[in-house]
């Protein structure tokens, strides 16, 4: 136990003894005042408050004697009041009497037959008043005589045995408090005493155990002087405080001094050891100095080692060449001639110790292993010692010794700090003979060379011949270097040109696009509306002749389209979006675009789809849909009768792992010299000014690099007059496609920006009547800078019954809006004068009551990525012109409605 512990508790018990005392003290003093409050806050008060019922009706039996005696009239009620007074004050008491928490049943039942005793003597009293205020006096005084004294007497007599009761108990309470009070004393000296007792016991008992503890430590501490520093005397840990802490520590120091005082005797002895070996190694290494011949060191070697360590026999192996050990000289050989000529690496124990590189002892040899002999006689060594010498890490030779008793340690450590030095002394002996083996055969190389020279000199002729013709061709090699810088100076000026040149087509490609639609966008929304004839003012011929022009711009539109869409192609740069595609709604997206116009030309459409083809295609989804698109509106184009079928299947082995698509038409077929041609850009198969077919030859072209991009191609096969079977070939995983980078990047980026995106919104309203109730008495405000578009389209919708608002840039816009807080929608063009669109619709959607206005944004300029910065400018949604009037209303429908 801890010294503070053991502190604790003592203090603690006392801390506990002296709270003991103090709560008894406290307990006896509320007890005493308990009883005190008793008698002085209850007993006390029942005592006057009996006395003063006394009081009170002694008060009415005299005031009764007064109205009884009284002749005048006037002061009866005064005395009637006096008497009721009192007559009140002793319910009062006998209420407060009852009041008291301290009573017991005979002061309880005391009180009730007070209270009875009282209600008959007030019921007296009350009956004498009645007399008296009646004026009969004789009556009252005779009811008095006889009713009076009996009540009043009985009365007192139970008030004052109360009053004697209570003081009784006011006596007993006295006397236990007393009792309480002495008891109290004697358990108070009696736990002093105890106290007392214990605390000098716990004080005694701690005091002891330190001292002893003390004298234990001191003890042992003090007898140190007297011991060795390797056998000190220790502490016996008899406690777990911080005296046995300390005698832990003295015994752990005592340990440690024990321990650095041994490992000082054994670095002495170690020392010593160490001395002796490197004398003697020191000793023999000198022997060795000089030596130039391996035969001559290794019997130098092998005597002086052999007599160092005693041994009996012994032999030296040196590793001349190869993974041969050869023997070099022996100690203590006899006729047996102890050990073999020549060794192997890994043959026996010898070869074994060179593999390894590692020392190898043993003990208790057989007799017949080896025999030492002399002129008395011969035994047998009992231990034997292999080494192997190193050099660099390099072995180069193993030492083998015996002895009759086992090698000592000392002996191991200089025959392994002997056998590494010596593997320096034999690589310098074995240099040595090297070089003069090395020697002769230069001397004898020497001649050879002196006959070599003059051959020599005679080829330094033909290769002098020869460096002047090498110098020839350099200068002809430096003459061609400057022909191709200013050819790569040339090409780097082309390219640049190059690069304008794609910046221009760009640059032309966007502005046509955007001059191109802007007069699409009218032409095609005004001739669509006199086509449909709405308002019946139109002869047949007139809608004829608007259906026309609707027709021919919507053709022109698709020109515009494939020609923006083959240069993005082009570009290099379109982007590909693989994700699983379903057969099922490719053969859906088909079926719905081409059924109407198999039905109309009368033409029979199949889609077949094999039981081995895939379900699932992993490709683009949109391309894919583009590709099938272009093939089956050619198929039906140039198919006037038969059928039109669109087949799923399997790749032949051939193409294995890829699915075929075939578009197979019975039409009019393609010659076998333009089967080829067909899918170069703007190629018609018939070319002529009498050609039967419309198009502009984009078709294919574009299907063919489509194609590429999703790691496929197309096959064509035909018959002219029988028809035709377009193949697709995808892979039924999706590849990346291998194709070159184009040259610039930069154009690339151009043409890509400048490619037009396709729409969202596909789907339109059937019923116009239904987008016509719809639209009706709505606002919309058209901001746009060309009068034509805003023309076309105030006609349009005004047609819808929608009131028309306009605004020719986006400060006007704002303006019109601040003005008409009726605008139910906004069309908003992008490019105008002053603000363009995308600064109109910030500034709008920063006033909060706009910021649920539906804005539609319109624009000619129709690129890749427009709809993202449409809606990130704060458009609702977004349509690109020529607008499709059906599309526009069904878009203006879904937004009002939200």
């Known amino acids: 136990m801890k010294l503070n512990t053991k502190l604790l508790i003592g203090l603690g018990s006392i801390l506990g003894i002296i709270i003991i005392l103090s709560m008894i003290v406290f307990y006896t003093l509320t ?106 006096y004789t009556g009252a005084i005779n009811y008095l005589l006889d009713e ?27 006397q236990e408090s007393e009792a309480t009070y002495q008891s109290a004393i004697t358990y108070l000296v009696i736990l002093t005493i105890i106290s007392l007792v214990v605390i000098s016991t716990i004080t005694y008992s701690i005091v002891k155990n330190i001292n002893t503890s003390i004298n234990r430590v001191r003890k042992v501490i003090t007898s140190v002087r007297s011991h060795p520093l390797d056998r000190l005397p220790r502490i016996e840990v008899k406690t777990k405080d911080e005296i046995g802490e300390i005698a832990i520590s003295y015994n752990n120091m005592a340990d440690s001094l024990e321990t650095v005082t041994k490992q000082e005797k054994e670095i002495a002895e170690a020392l010593k050891e160490e001395n002796w070996i490197k004398s003697r190694y020191a000793e023999i290494a000198m022997k060795f100095q000089g030596i130039k011949d391996l035969n001559e060191f290794g019997t130098v070697f092998m005597t002086n080692i052999a007599q160092f360590v005693r041994a009996t026999y012994g032999v030296i192996y040196v590793r001349e060449e190869g993974n041969t050990l050869t023997k070099i000289a022996s100690y203590a050989a006899c006729d047996s001639n102890i050990g073999t000529e020549k060794i192997h690496l890994g043959q026996g124990l010898v070869g074994q110790c060179a593999a390894d590189k590692k020392l190898m002892i043993f003990d208790h040899l057989p007799n017949e292993y080896v025999s030492t002999t002399s002129g008395l006689g011969a035994a047998a060594p009992t231990s034997l010692i292999l080494l192997p010498i190193e050099f660099d890490q390099e072995i180069v030779g193993v030492l083998e010794l015996a002895k009759f008793e086992p090698f000592s340690q000392s002996e191991i450590r200089i025959l392994e700090q002997l056998s590494q030095s010596s593997g320096s002394s034999i690589e310098r002996i074995l240099d040595h003979m090297k070089i003069e083996e090395l020697l002769t055969e230069s001397q004898t190389q020497s001649e050879e060379l002196q006959t070599q020279s003059e051959e020599l000199q005679q080829q330094q002729e033909e290769l002098r011949l020869i460096n002047e013709q090498l110098h020839e061709q350099f200068r002809q090699s430096d003459e061609k270097n400057q022909e191709l810088e200013l050819i790569k100076k040339d090409l780097e000026e082309k390219n640049r040109n190059i690069k304008l040149g794609s910046r ?118 949109q391309k894919l849909k583009q590709i099938l698109k272009n093939l089956l509106s050619n198929a039906f184009k140039f198919t006037n009768a038969g059928k039109v079928e669109l087949h799923f299947k399997k790749a032949m082995e051939a193409d294995s792992g890829k699915l075929g698509i075939s578009v197979v038409d019975t039409g009019v077929g393609i010659a076998l010299d333009k089967q080829r041609s067909i899918f170069e850009a703007f190629y018609q198969e018939d070319g002529t000014i009498t050609r039967k077919y419309g198009g502009t030859g984009l078709g294919l072209s574009i299907s063919r690099e489509l194609s590429e991009l999703l790691g496929g191609y197309i096959s064509v096969k035909s018959t002219e007059g029988k028809g035709s079977v377009f193949t697709l070939y995808l892979p039924d995983y999706h590849q990346e496609p291998e194709y070159e980078e184009p040259l610039m990047d930069e154009v690339a980026g151009t043409i890509e920006e400048s490619v037009v995106v396709e729409e969202d919104h596909t789907e339109v309203i059937e019923q116009n009547e239904q987008v016509t109730e719809q639209l009706q008495n709505k606002t919309v405000l058209i901001v746009d800078d060309d009068m034509r578009n805003v023309f076309s389209l105030t006609a349009a919708l005004e047609g819808q019954h929608m009131k028309v608002l306009f605004a020719e840039n986006g400060m006007e816009s704002i303006e019109a809006l601040s003005e008409h807080t009726e605008v139910d929608i906004v069309l908003m063009d992008i490019m105008m004068p002053e603000m363009n669109g995308y600064e109109a619709m910030q500034e709008i959607r920063k006033n909060e009551k706009w ?36 599309q526009l209303l069904s878009l203006m429908k879904v937004w009002l409605h939200k």
């Open 31 to 136: 007890q005493q005042n308990t009883y005190m409050r008793e008698i002085v806050t209850e007993d006390h008060q029942k005592v006057v408050l009996a006395q003063t019922l006394n009081l009170e009706t002694n008060t009415i039996a005299r005031e009764m004697r007064e109205l009884l005696l009284m002749d005048a009239d006037t002061e009866v009620p005064e005395k009637i009041a006096i008497i009721n007074n009192a007559l009140g004050n002793q319910v009062s008491i006998i209420e407060s009497l009852q009041e008291l928490s301290s009573l017991n049943e005979a002061e309880v039942a005391a009180i009730s037959s007070i209270q009875q005793i009282r209600n008959d003597y007030n019921e007296m009293v009350q009956t004498i008043i009645s007399l008296v205020t009646s004026d009969n």
């Open 851 to 886: 910021a649920q206005l539906p804005i539609l944004a319109l624009t000619a300029k129709a690129m890749k990525n427009d709809r993202e910065k449409c809606i990130s400018a704060g458009a609702s949604d977004y349509i690109s012109k020529p607008v499709n009037m059906e």
């Open 504 to 621: 221009y087509k760009s640059e032309f490609l966007a502005n046509m696009s955007h001059e191109l639609r802007t007069p699409l966008n009218s032409m095609l929304i005004l001739s669509q509306m006199l086509a449909e004839n709405v308002n019946g003012n139109l002869t047949d011929k007139q809608v004829e002749h608007a259906s026309t022009i609707y027709s021919s711009g919507r053709d022109l539109l698709d020109l515009i389209n494939d020609i923006l869409d083959l240069s993005k192609i082009e570009s290099g740069k379109i982007e590909v979006f693989p994700e699983e595609v379903l057969i099922s709604d490719i053969k859906a997206f088909v079926q719905r675009q081409f059924a109407p116009i198999s039905s109309q030309k009368n033409i029979d459409f199949n889609i077949v789809i094999d039981s081995e083809s895939p379900a699932i295609l992993f490709t683009d989804d």
């Open 148 to 174: 009076n004294e009996g009540l009043r007497r009985d009365m007192l007599i139970e008030v004052n045995l109360f009053t004697e009761q209570e003081q009784l108990i006011m006596l007993e309470r006295l």
